[in-house]
């Protein structure tokens, strides 16, 4: 089994964290995204869709999706309980996990993608329209996001999750997307400061 | 229980199908969406992000986000495992959900929002160069749809699973997009055919 792994994106660190939380240690390959590699070099046999990270085990089957990835390896190690317990567990932390991926993360991403210039062969067309439609999309998520962070430790309850993984990565990307967290959102910091602080932040 | 519904939207049409395929029945509640009831009006209290469908339960805990609102389900009643079995099934069906939803549906559904007039309050700002390269992205995604559907019965294996639900609505919504499926695309047309079969179809 090997990942194909990118230390520049944000989606492999989300895959690098979570089996990191359950102490499983996966071997990684470093695609060379700005080179190409995952669309037109040596890894682009193994990435359809242009994605990364992907899993391939040693019989060639693949799976692609970082949230599928962390499926896997949560079936054959379910502790911790990263995707949560109980139905009302598991169905709050695919909430968080969601409302972070698609109403914030999603937004990081389009103010970058959108408008670095690294990114002007990988997505065509860059919409200069929609980057600056996305920085203040993402940051009405954060101050909703703060109020909810001022009831419970964690972004989907008491217990660290999944959402928490998808959450510190697009936090972490909002530097390379230029977006800074305002100060005055002291819920968000302190659950960032606590996210950070441990050991699989690093991974 | 009750969930707020709508006949409009694409994705509360998942989580009529999801507890049809199980033989659940869920009470809804149907929300005007043009009347902005879920942002301003008699159900905006239930949807914080302005987002439907929302299952509340008696005590007044909300889930929102149409898959959240499926795992809970699935919890629940586990069979049929509409989510896959075992861990490269749950994996595949995460993988397939996903791809279908973030690469081929957000596609479809920006090249409405950008461009219906219906959307005009809805989607601020709407962007005409998003929708304009949305079309050609849904397209290449059934293109590669296409190719994998040649070897298997369904979006994710040879069992209905989740994945057929979120493929299922996103090409239905592409008539509402004014996108059409290219006659050439045979096998997507038999899947359709076959998903659009089954009675859930019709929830």
Same mark, same amino acid.
């Given at each position: 089994?090997?990942?194909?792994?990118?230390?520049r994106a944000p989606?492999?660190?989300?895959?690098?964290?979570?089996?990191?939380?359950? *102490?499983?240690?996966?071997?990684?390959?470093?695609?060379?995204?700005?080179?190409?590699?995952?669309? /037109?070099?040596?890894?682009?046999?193994?990435?359809?869709?242009?994605?990364?990270?992907?899993?391939?085990?040693?019989?060639?089957?693949?799976?692609?999706?970082?949230?599928?990835? %962390?499926?896997?390896? /949560?079936?054959?190690?379910?502790?911790?309980?990263?995707?949560?317990? *109980?139905?009302?567990?598991?169905?709050?932390?695919?909430?968080?996990?969601?409302?972070l991926e698609h109403?914030?993360?999603?937004?990081?991403?389009?103010?970058?993608?959108?408008?670095?210039?690294?990114?002007?062969?990988?997505?065509?067309?860059?919409?200069?329209?929609?980057?600056?439609?996305?920085?203040?999309?993402?940051?009405?998520?954060?101050?909703?996001?703060?109020?909810?962070?001022? *009831?419970?430790?964690?972004?989907?309850?008491?217990?660290?999750?999944?959402?928490d993984i998808t *959450?510190? %990565?697009?936090?972490?990307?909002?530097?390379?997307?230029?977006?800074? %967290?305002?100060?005055?959102?002291?819920?968000?910091?302190?659950?960032?400061?606590?996210?950070?602080?441990?050991?699989?932040?690093?991974?």
């Amino acid at each position: 089994m090997k990942l194909y792994d990118s230390r520049r994106a944000p989606n492999p660190r989300r895959v690098r964290i979570f089996p990191a939380e359950k *102490g499983i240690a996966v071997p990684a390959v470093e695609v060379d995204i700005i080179a190409r590699e995952h669309l /037109d070099g040596a890894a682009a046999y193994a990435t359809p869709f242009g994605l990364l990270p992907v899993l391939e085990f040693d019989d060639g089957t693949r799976i692609s999706e970082s949230i599928a990835i %962390c499926r896997y390896f /949560d079936a054959l190690h379910p502790q911790p309980a990263l995707f949560g317990e *109980g139905a009302l567990g598991v169905a709050h932390v695919e909430m968080w996990n969601r409302l972070l991926e698609h109403e914030y993360f999603r937004h990081v991403a389009n103010a970058f993608r959108h408008t670095h210039p690294a990114m002007k062969e990988l997505e065509k067309p860059q919409i200069a329209e929609l980057a600056a439609s996305s920085k203040p999309r993402a940051l009405a998520f954060l101050e909703k996001f703060d109020r909810e962070l001022a *009831g419970r430790k964690f972004a989907a309850g008491d217990s660290y999750s999944v959402a928490d993984i998808t *959450g510190l %990565c697009a936090f972490d990307f909002m530097k390379v997307a230029r977006i800074a %967290c305002p100060p005055e959102f002291s819920n968000v910091l302190r659950w960032h400061g606590d996210v950070s602080a441990r050991p699989s932040a690093t991974a």
